[in-house]
């Protein structure tokens, strides 16, 4: 479904990405672990056309996207929950979710898809009314997941979901991740947390300086010695 070709990426004479190839099949969940500032978050915003990469390609569903400017290419179906979550703290959760449906892709069912976002958190529809800024962190990262899911995406590209959320509310999220899993879709999970992202990934990449040193299962390198001694402390 998204194949990602040998992708350098630099800002200005500092590079982020150093020839980074990977691919996801519809269904997947795929994990890109690796620390602070490995280049996590430049590879979603270079796939999403936030940033220009220098060189390689992105393909999606077989047409190359590469440099495609970011609406166009959330109207190919690929849907972006980013780090520290980003919602308009001054909307109120509905309008937030609204915001969430004006691609064209998504305006046509946007009535049936706030019904169905609503219905799986609860919480939200609870404060519906309620300005955005005032949720707590977990109901924010709910609404910024739920804004995406509105834009009926095909892949979800989720940058850091965990990141300063109370451990309670850090496994909720894993599980509505999985969820959306089981119901279809397919997701690109960049994390910190390495070890509940490689518990629920079919695969994953670990990307360290801007290059992928090692990919497999999850299993496999939850397993693997290096990706303990270096990200799990065992
Ligand atoms: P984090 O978990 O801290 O977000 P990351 O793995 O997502 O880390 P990136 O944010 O992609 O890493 O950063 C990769 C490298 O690029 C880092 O050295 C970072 O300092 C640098 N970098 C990121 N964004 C910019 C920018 N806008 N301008 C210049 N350098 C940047």
């Known amino acids: 479904m998204l194949q990602v070709s040998a992708l350098d990426l630099f800002y200005g004479d500092a590079q982020a990405l150093a020839g980074v190839s990977l691919d996801i099949a519809a269904g997947e969940i795929v994990a890109i672990v690796g620390a602070n500032g490995a280049g996590k978050s430049s590879l979603i915003r270079a796939i999403h056309g936030i940033e220009t990469p220098a060189r390689g390609t992105v393909r999606f569903d077989g ?30 959760v ?35 009314k309620q300005s955005a ?70 695969r994953g990449y670990v990307l360290e300086n801007g290059r992928i040193e090692l990919q497999g299962a999850g299993s496999e390198l939850l397993s693997n010695d290096r990706v303990r001694q270096a990200y799990l402390g065992l």
């Not at 495609?68 to 980003?86: D, F, K, L, M």
């Not at 049936?112 to 404060?127: D, G, I, N, Q, S």
């Open 133 to 202: 800024g005032t949720l707590s962190g977990g109901e924010q990262q709910m609404l910024a997941i739920g804004r995406c899911l509105m834009g009926q995406p095909r892949l979800i590209m989720f940058d850091e979901p965990s990141l300063g959320l109370a451990p309670a509310i850090v496994q909720e999220m894993f599980r509505i991740i999985r969820g959306l899993n089981e119901e279809g879709l397919t997701i690109l999970l960049v994390e910190q947390n390495v070890m509940a992202s490689l518990r629920i990934a079919h």
């Open 63 to 92: 047409t190359d996207i590469t440099g495609w400017p970011s609406y166009r290419v959330c109207e190919t179906g690929i849907g972006h929950v980013a780090e520290g979550r980003q919602v308009f703290p001054n909307l109120t």
């Open 94 to 128: 509905l309008e937030n979710l609204e915001m969430g449906a004006v691609l064209k892709r998504a305006r046509a069912a946007e009535k049936a898809t706030l019904e169905r976002v609503l219905a799986m958190f609860p919480r939200l529809a609870e404060r519906r």
